[in-house]
């Protein structure tokens, strides 16, 4: 079906959509993957510093407090990333990219803003 859709729409339109659904499916798998190195990951860091007292089969890690602290951390510079993304204030990626200058008319009929 998927063949037969790409002949009978042969040219951009047919290519249009598969990058961005790549893009969504690699951040989904970067998502994924983070999740699992931080599930994991903070079961190690958050073993006690003292070797006799981690869980067996584990190596000593850093503490739960110590993991926490280094998770927190990790959230601030989080937060200050994302600050650092400009505001769209209701304007769409077009107006944005400047792909379409003030007062020109969008594709779907609405003038730009």
Known sequence: HTLQN???NFGPNST???FPSTCHGISAAAGK???I???FGF???AQNQDKSKADAGYPAGIGIKNALIVLGVINVFGL???MLVPESKGKSLEEMSREIEEGEEQPNGVEGV
């Open 37 to 39: 190195i931080g599930a």
């Open 33 to 35: 993957a983070g999740a």
């Open 16 to 18: 249009l959509g598969d």
């Open 6 to 8: 790409s002949f009978a």
């Open 43 to 45: 079961l190690y860091a």
């Open 80 to 82: 200050l990333f994302t």
